[in-house]
């Protein structure tokens, strides 16, 4: 995780996307050749219902200074209400990384029917300009914790964090 | 043999039993190589953990493309593919077929898409290379993990259901039961026959619409292999492909459909000697009874009792002459919606179109001036079994003597419809040969372009100049009843710019005909719903790929015929309610569908009984062992969406393809190496 001082800072967004609206509206965005931001980088889930909250603290403690997740619009979900559960997920995620100091802008969810190519490019240039005005997340630098791991690293990090 | 381009094989193969991982980046000609640096990326991919080899070919999908991955498999060489090419939702089934041919799994396989996700929407190349990596490497790093699994399968019940009676669906029933097969088809209306059956004759042939279209829809009704359902529509889906339970509403038409024999004794009989009641199927030019039949080939032949009109229902007071009049004691006033259930394999929708509403329009003054009719109108005026029994007669009487068709309206709009739809071009050529020939009119057709693709349409254009009708090239700006000069009194007055001649132009007609343009059914987005389907931002339904999978649908074993996928004529809808019926024949005669590999299963000894995911599970899909405390996924039932997965709070819920572990690896792909 190198970062080289002289380059701007460019922000890596994970995206969650569900394979039925979002997915297939970011491959509408591509046919229709829509050039976006190229800081996001998608994972394809079946449902945005799938993504489990810890996908999204993953990818923030791996790297990500931003995470975007993408389902279908309420009433369309492929799966009846799998977009439901995400938002109540994301709703409480939201609360726990505002504890965390981390910005609201860091986490996003959107609706993005398969028609909607155009809000694809949207969101993921949006998205890029304000992570970029915030700056890196810089969770990656936190030692991880592992059962075989650092422990005195982490030990040491939480001295500095409850000092 | 072929020689792959660029192999390299850098890494050593690692130890029997673990996962030696094949990528291979496409170039996809240009679209991707013209974008990133595929030498880059397959030197990147090489040192990636796991990888054996990497390669990259011109075109993956190409039979020789896929031999390499084949190759590969077979020689041991690598034992999981990664191919980074287009979206997994174009190509994913042909790699992990290639892969399944190199005698493996087929879902030892990921994709990683770097056209529609990288080269097709990134501007600059360094970023578009940087960011393919990215995505190789995360499809790289979740392969690893991926667990062996068998396709699954599931027989495929051999009746059909097809919902909508028009040409398209009509055309699609009697292709499948001509063919053995057992079809359901479902009509909201009481009588099959759609649009079609309300047009007099079909461009570019002038063959007449019933002619063509009748005998197809007693054809329906006869066969054996056709359960023909009128004034019927679904009201719910449950099931998969193969496999759907649909719910069919029967609505009252207060006659019994097996004793009534169409003779319309009842009509003549009825209390209300006079028809007021505007006629849907006429839309409204012509007269019906509280009782009545659509037209006289309405099929089936059964009457219909309306009861918002039917003085028995509104008082309670008739002498009911209707029913003394009927020799087969079909009445039944105490019909109630009745509800069945039937099990089918697959699903045709054939829903159709409805025509653009012109009063959105107020500029060209329908619904204002009672002389600017709509060609569905128009269609019913020239219609020898219309209201006006085929003549060309004003609403206030009178037959026009110059005649002016509107193109484009509601088409081609940014303010209402922005697509062309198709039709309308050839249909208003068609009216004016029509008007022309019953009143003698002289006809201006005001378009903006003539658009007469398709066998002998053009020809038909030419065809039409040569018989005097006027074109007059521009996009109308009005049409007004103020007179401007002596000839233009008492008359409308279309106000068009003639941008040919490059001048407005003012011209005074008895008749504005305005050719309204296809649109989605109002009802479209609730139909979407109902069969899981998607649509457009414009409403119509989404096929899976618009050049090679044109009427299958995103669900599994639901196909598309006709306008209800898109703007259509005749010629093309029947084209694809052959293509549908032929798609449901390769199913049902294959007896078996593969299912989705991505179930949901739980791992009993992590299960600690909580029921969490009992209860949110959209599908039932999951039941509870409560001696046991543990839950199970009945994986015939489940889906594969996860949402059970994704708020298991001990991690027991997995999912098959996407494990939290996979997932997790696919994280850390995509962000740790690039």
Redesign the interface.
């Known amino acids: 995780m190198s970062e080289d001082a002289s380059k701007p800072f460019e922000p890596k967004i994970v995206a969650f996307f569900c394979n039925w609206c979002t997915y297939t509206a970011a491959d509408l965005a591509g046919i229709s050749r829509m050039q976006y931001a190229p800081n996001v980088r998608a994972i394809r889930l079946m449902c945005s219902g799938r993504v489990d909250p810890q996908f999204v603290l993953a990818a923030l403690s791996e790297g990500a200074d931003g995470v975007l997740i993408g389902g279908c619009h309420p009433g369309d979900c492929h799966y009846q209400e799998g977009n439901h559960n995400a938002r109540r997920r994301f709703e409480l995620l939201r609360l726990m990384l505002r504890d965390m100091g981390i910005e609201d802008e860091r986490l996003r969810l959107e609706w993005i029917s398969a028609s909607e190519g155009d809000k694809v490019q949207k969101v993921c240039n949006e998205m890029t300009e304000q992570i970029r005005a915030l700056g890196p997340l810089r969770l990656a630098t936190v030692p991880r914790w592992s059962a075989d791991g650092d422990h005195d690293r982490a030990a040491e990090l939480v001295k500095q964090v409850t000092s | 043999m072929l020689e792959p381009e660029g192999g390299l094989t850098s890494q050593p193969i690692s130890t029997n039993g673990g996962p030696r991982i094949g990528v291979y980046v496409c170039h996809c000609g240009l679209n991707i190589a013209g974008k990133v640096d595929i030498q880059a990326v397959v030197e990147f991919a090489s040192t990636l953990p796991n990888v054996a080899v990497a390669r990259d070919y011109k075109f993956m999908c190409s039979d020789p493309g896929q031999e390499l991955i084949e190759r590969d498999l077979r020689d041991g060489l690598v034992n999981r593919v990664v191919v980074a090419s287009c979206?997994?939702?174009?190509h994913e089934a042909t790699f992990r077929k290639a892969t399944a041919k190199g005698g493996t799994s087929p879902f030892y396989f990921q994709m990683a898409?770097i056209?529609?996700?990288?080269s097709?929407?990134?501007?600059?190349n360094d970023?578009?290379t940087?960011?393919a990596k990215?995505?190789v490497a995360?499809a790289v790093r979740r392969v690893a993990l991926h667990e062996y699994l068998e396709p699954r399968q599931a027989s495929v019940r051999p009746d059909v259901m097809i919902v909508g009676g028009g040409i398209a669906g009509i055309h699609a029933a009697l292709t499948m039961a001509d063919a053995g097969k057992h079809v359901y088809l479902v009509e909201r209306e009481s009588t099959i026959g759609g649009h079609m059956a309300k047009f007099d004759k079909t461009f570019p042939t002038l063959d007449c619409a019933a002619c063509i279209l009748t005998p197809k829809m007693s054809a329906v009704r006869a066969h054996p292999n056709i359960t023909l359902w009128t004034y019927a529509d679904v009201v719910s889906v449950e099931g998969f492909t193969g496999d759907f339970t649909v719910r069919v509403r029967h609505r009252p038409r207060y006659v019994r459909e097996d004793l009534c024999t169409g003779c319309l004794a009842c009509i003549d009989a009825c209390v209300h000697k006079q028809a007021k009641i505007p006629a849907e199927f006429d839309e409204g030019l012509g007269k019906r009874k509280p009782i009545y039949i659509p037209f006289p080939q309405a099929t089936p032949p059964v009457v219909v009792v309306d009861p918002e009109a039917c003085i028995w229902f509104k008082t309670g007071k008739c002498p009911r002459p209707c029913i003394e009049a009927c020799e087969r004691d079909a009445f039944d006033f105490e019909q109630t919606e009745t509800f069945e259930e039937v099990k089918v394999g697959a699903i045709i929708l054939a829903t159709g179109f409805k025509t653009f509403d012109a009063a959105k329009m107020p500029e060209y003054g329908y619904g204002v001036y009672p002389n600017v009719y709509t060609s569905l109108e128009v269609e019913r005026l020239l219609n020898a079994a219309g209201p006006t029994s085929g003549e060309v007669v004003l609403r206030g009487g009178g037959k026009p003597k110059v005649v002016g068709i509107i193109h484009c309206v509601g088409s081609r709009d940014a303010k209402h419809n922005l697509w062309c739809s198709k039709v309308c071009c050839m249909y208003s050529l068609k009216l004016a040969h029509m008007v022309k020939e019953r009143t003698g009119a002289e006809v201006y057709n005001f378009y903006i372009d003539m658009r007469t693709p398709g066998k002998g349409y053009e020809e038909f254009y030419d065809k039409i100049l040569k018989e005097g009708v006027h074109m007059v090239r521009g996009r109308v700006a009005g049409v007004t009843d103020e007179a401007a000069s002596l000839e233009e009194e008492g008359r409308l007055v279309i106000r068009a710019e003639d941008t040919l001649i490059g001048s407005v132009r003012r011209i005074p007609v008895d008749m504005v005909i305005l050719a309204v343009g296809v649109e989605p059914q109002p009802d479209a987005q609730d139909v979407r719903?109902l069969f899981?389907i998607?649509?457009?931002?414009e409403g119509f339904f989404?096929e899976r790929h618009p050049k090679l999978a044109p009427v299958s649908t995103?669900?599994d074993g639901v196909f598309l015929a006709g306008a209800c996928q898109g703007p259509k004529d005749i010629p093309e809808t029947v084209a694809q309610a052959g293509a549908a019926a032929a798609e449901v024949l390769a199913m049902v005669d294959r007896g078996a569908v593969v299912l989705e590999a991505?179930t949901a299963f739980i791992d009993d000894a992590a299960c600690s009984g909580c029921k969490t995911c009992v209860g949110?599970c959209?599908?039932g899909a999951i039941g509870f062992d409560d001696e046991r405390k543990k839950a199970s996924v009945n994986e015939v039932v489940c889906?594969?969406?996860?949402?059970c997965?994704?708020?298991c709070p001990s991690g027991a819920a997995q999912?098959h393809l996407?494990t939290?572990a996979e997932?997790?690896s696919?994280?850390?792909g995509?962000?740790?190496y690039v």
């Open positions: 979206s997994p939702l174009m898409s056209r529609e996700h990288v097709w929407v990134t501007v600059d970023d578009a940087a960011k990215a995505l995360g719903r899981n998607s649509c457009g931002g989404t995103f669900t991505s949110l959209p599908f889906k594969g969406c996860g949402i997965v994704g708020a999912q996407f939290d997932i997790f696919e994280i850390e995509v962000l740790e």
